[in-house]
């Protein structure tokens, strides 16, 4: 996909921060442009719905991509962007138990020693660590590797239900 | 864990790639996949940090600034584990 202009949602670290660059992004609607001559993968940042799983965070913001746009596998990449709105509603807790729950029910339908492993693990770590758990747990009791793109998948249309998020 | 997902790097795998990714040379695949690990893995996070932390401190340090004598012992220290290579 390319295009010019995209409204998609961005995870960042507390205080609207970059998880992995540790850049601070400006709250006041401001244009954040990717180096010049930045190579794939090096611009800016962006999830559709559907990526959202893969990405989870402290902050979720609504943000505009500005193109050339280029849709990944599990991201969007534009050459700027900015922040829009932060989604208020996003609650690391009911989501980390709604995973909770989930590698409860594989535990329930398919009881095994690695699945109650995963289930105790789940309610020790946080949101993106338990997500991750319940992946993969949907792997083991499923016992095939597309049930981890299937979970995230459903983790993903978890978050675009509870938060009321919409592509535009 | 990471054997239920294959294609999932391990924290090792990360250990090995981290200067290649602050680098900017990760491939784009790898790049995703790296990032993707960061998500849900804190040590790895950690690890991140003070690399860039060390080689941000690293770049401020002028040769001409160490003392001579610890100039020595480092060189010393250098020489040894080259030779035992």
């Known amino acids: 996909m390319e295009g010019e202009e995209v409204i998609a949602f961005k995870w960042l670290a507390k205080g609207a921060v970059a998880p992995f660059t540790g850049f601070r992004w400006p709250v006041n609607g401001s244009w954040v442009s990717a180096p010049p001559g930045a190579t794939d993968g090096l611009g800016v940042h962006a999830c559709r719905i559907a990526h959202l799983a893969f990405w989870v965070g402290e902050e979720l913001w609504r943000v505009e991509l500005q193109g050339p746009i280029v849709e990944r596998e599990t991201q969007l990449e534009g050459s700027s962007g900015r922040l829009l709105d932060r989604i208020a509603a996003w609650d690391p807790e009911a989501f980390r138990q709604a995973c909770v729950e989930r590698i409860a029910g594989f535990h329930a339908e398919t009881p095994s020693a690695e699945l109650s492993d995963y289930l105790a693990l789940a309610k020790t770590v946080d949101a993106p660590i338990a997500s991750f758990v319940a992946a993969v747990a949907a792997v083991a009791a499923r016992g095939a590797r597309s049930a981890f793109e299937e979970e995230r998948a459903r983790q993903s249309g978890w978050l675009a239900r509870a938060l009321q998020l919409r592509e535009e | ?85």
């Not at chain 2, 239920?4 to 790049?31: A, F, N, S, W």
């Not at chain 2, 690890?47 to 080689?55: A, D």
């Not at chain 2, 690293?58 to 040769?63: I, K, W």
Request: aromatic share 8%.
């Open chain 2, 1 to 85: 864990m990471s054997a239920r997902v294959p294609d999932q790097p391990t924290c090792r795998q990360i250990v090995e790639l981290v200067t290649d990714y602050l680098e900017g040379k990760l491939p784009l695949r790898e790049r995703t996949l790296f990032e993707q690990h960061l998500v849900y893995c804190d040590w790895c996070r950690v690890y991140l940090e003070q690399m860039r932390q060390t080689i941000r401190a690293a770049g401020e340090v002028p040769e001409e600034a160490l003392d001579p004598e610890r100039r020595e012992e480092l060189l010393q220290v250098f020489r040894r584990w080259k030779a035992k290579k």
